[in-house]
């Protein structure tokens, strides 16, 4: 489920998680990711341009772990499964991948996609509560994913669970000030766009020693993205999923032309800018 935060367009309200964190949060998560799966390659390329930071930081291609088992990998957030295929390609024909995603339909696109490679595997679960074994793989693998996970200590503590000692997850997530840019062409006077709560960089590392792991690297960058009209930001966002839908006031005509002024006095020679606040997770379990 590799998204960017939720955000206010025209005709939706979008919620913050509730807390504590309810059932109902992750059904409209699963139902807005499952409803955009069939335009997320289209749309995704912000994400995807994101995900090869992480994939940069992978291990060598190799057929075999250093313990000289073959590769057991879980791609958290899965999504249609695009990282998933590249990352049985990387680690050879015994691997198993797990693609594991909250919304049955990125799941449906993924076996639709890649269904007749043999070592993957596609599981629909919540990150917070994994169907898998303790200590059973050799890799997570993340982008973009626990960002809409209410319980980040929680999902961590999965992690850590279901790493063997010396397993490795890389994780991409988003931080504070992510969307920037959208959050103030949306605002209103009294009533601020309503932007998916993020949480900074000592919080993660407060969050993965917690769980247990104790070598622990957290990165921030920034990447800019440039589309051409608020049309295509607001596609690029709701495309790919990052918007949960919910029984509210209408944005109306003057809102949409106020949006789009105030982000046109933003319009850089490329485009109009997207930022993304990236932080990138390396955590080894001992």
């Given at each position: 489920?590799?998204?960017?935060?939720?955000?206010?367009?025209?005709?939706?309200?979008?919620?913050?998680?509730?807390?504590?964190?309810?059932?109902?949060?992750?059904?409209?998560?699963?139902?807005?990711?499952?409803?955009?799966a069939g335009?997320?390659?289209?749309?995704?390329?912000?994400?995807?341009?994101?995900?090869?930071?992480?994939?940069?930081?992978?291990?060598?291609?190799?057929?075999?772990?250093?313990?000289?088992?073959?590769?057991?990998?879980?791609?958290?957030g899965c999504?249609?499964?695009?990282?998933?295929?590249?990352?049985?390609?990387?680690?050879?024909?015994?691997?198993?991948?797990?693609?594991?995603?909250?919304?049955?339909?990125?799941?449906?696109?993924?076996?639709?996609?890649?269904?007749?490679?043999?070592?993957?595997?596609?599981?629909?679960?919540?990150?917070?509560?994994?169907?898998?074994?303790?200590?059973?793989?050799?890799?997570?693998?993340?982008?973009?994913?626990?960002?809409?996970?209410?319980?980040?200590?929680?999902?961590?503590?999965?992690?850590?669970?279901?790493?063997?000692?010396?397993?490795?997850?890389?994780?991409?997530?988003?931080?504070?000030?992510?969307?920037?840019?959208?959050?103030?062409?949306?605002?209103?006077?009294?009533?601020?766009?309503?932007?998916?709560?993020?949480?900074?960089?000592?919080?993660?590392?407060?969050?993965?020693?917690?769980?247990?792991?104790?070598?622990?690297?957290?990165?921030?960058?920034?990447?800019?993205?440039?589309?051409?009209?608020?049309?295509?930001?607001?596609?690029?966002?709701?495309?790919?999923?990052?918007?949960?839908?919910?029984?509210?006031?209408?944005?109306?005509?003057?809102?949409?032309?106020?949006?789009?002024?105030?982000?046109?006095?933003?319009?850089?020679?490329?485009?109009?800018?997207?930022?993304?606040?990236?932080?990138?997770?390396?955590?080894?379990?001992d």
């Open positions: 489920m590799s998204a960017s935060p939720a955000t206010h367009h025209p005709g939706d309200s979008s919620p913050s998680p509730p807390s504590p964190p309810s059932p109902q949060w992750g059904r409209r998560v699963a139902h807005a990711f499952s409803r955009a335009d997320y390659a289209r749309l995704a390329a912000a994400q995807l341009a994101m995900g090869e930071v992480l994939w940069e930081r992978l291990p060598p291609p190799a057929p075999v772990t250093p313990l000289g088992t073959p590769w057991r990998v879980l791609d958290l999504g249609p499964g695009h990282w998933s295929e590249r990352l049985a390609e990387r680690f050879g024909d015994d691997a198993t991948v797990i693609g594991l995603d909250l919304a049955p339909g990125m799941l449906a696109a993924a076996r639709h996609d890649h269904g007749s490679d043999p070592r993957l595997r596609w599981v629909c679960a919540d990150a917070a509560a994994l169907p898998l074994a303790d200590g059973s793989l050799d890799l997570v693998f993340s982008n973009l994913a626990i960002q809409w996970c209410p319980d980040l200590s929680r999902v961590l503590s999965e992690l850590h669970r279901v790493l063997r000692p010396g397993g490795r997850a890389l994780i991409n997530t988003l931080a504070p000030g992510t969307l920037a840019e959208v959050g103030h062409a949306w605002s209103r006077p009294g009533a601020p766009a309503a932007l998916l709560p993020l949480l900074g960089r000592e919080q993660h590392l407060a969050a993965a020693r917690l769980a247990g792991f104790r070598r622990v690297s957290v990165e921030r960058q920034t990447r800019r993205f440039h589309y051409p009209d608020l049309a295509a930001v607001m596609a690029s966002i709701k495309g790919v999923g990052a918007q949960t839908a919910r029984p509210g006031a209408r944005l109306t005509r003057a809102d949409l032309a106020r949006a789009r002024r105030r982000f046109d006095a933003m319009r850089e020679p490329e485009g109009l800018p997207v930022s993304y606040r990236l932080l990138t997770l390396d955590l080894t379990r």
